[in-house]
């Protein structure tokens, strides 16, 4: 794992650099507005966003939160450009060490069904496909 990685909360000013970093890592779609998820994460006390810097540049994030049952990870991220040095492992650590202090006895997180790379980084870290089904339902009109 990268020691020259430093992992701190997500700050206002890091919003461009963040949405910036998700783009480049393909994790925006249509029917999520990054901008709209960052204020929501960073207004509830039960979420936050934890950002990775290297040499004074947002290199990855992870936005972490939790429904009081469980814990979710949402938009880990890593500049392609630093992958491959402990980066994304790191973010994930951090957010499951905010989730303990947070009381959660477990973490769970989605993978996009066209994302099939990323399975076995999770698998690497521990994590497992369970026995249940993800279901939604779109709320507002606007909406896919």
């Known amino acids: 794992m990268s020691d020259t990685l430093s992992i701190r909360h997500y700050e206002a000013a890091d919003r461009d650099d963040v949405v910036a970093l998700w783009t480049a890592c393909n994790l925006v779609v249509p029917w999520n507005d990054p ?3 960052i204020a929501l994460a960073v207004s509830k006390p039960n979420a936050t966003i934890l950002i990775g810097r290297e040499d004074e540049r947002t290199v990855a994030s992870v936005m972490v939160g939790h429904d009081g ?8 991220a890593v500049d392609p450009a630093c992958r491959g040095h ?4 790191a973010m994930v650590r951090a957010a ?9 006895p477990k973490a769970q997180l989605m ?15 521990g994590y497992a496909t369970g026995p249940v089904t993800v279901m939604q339902k779109w709320l507002k009109t606007d909406s896919p």
């Open 96 to 104: 499951e060490g905010w989730l303990v202090e947070a009381g959660m």
């Open 111 to 125: 993978v996009r069904a066209t994302n099939h790379a990323v399975v076995a980084f999770y698998e690497r870290l």
């Open 35 to 37: 901008v709209a998820d």
């Open 86 to 89: 402990g980066h994304g492992r």
């Open 69 to 76: 049952h469980r814990g979710w990870l949402y938009y880990l």
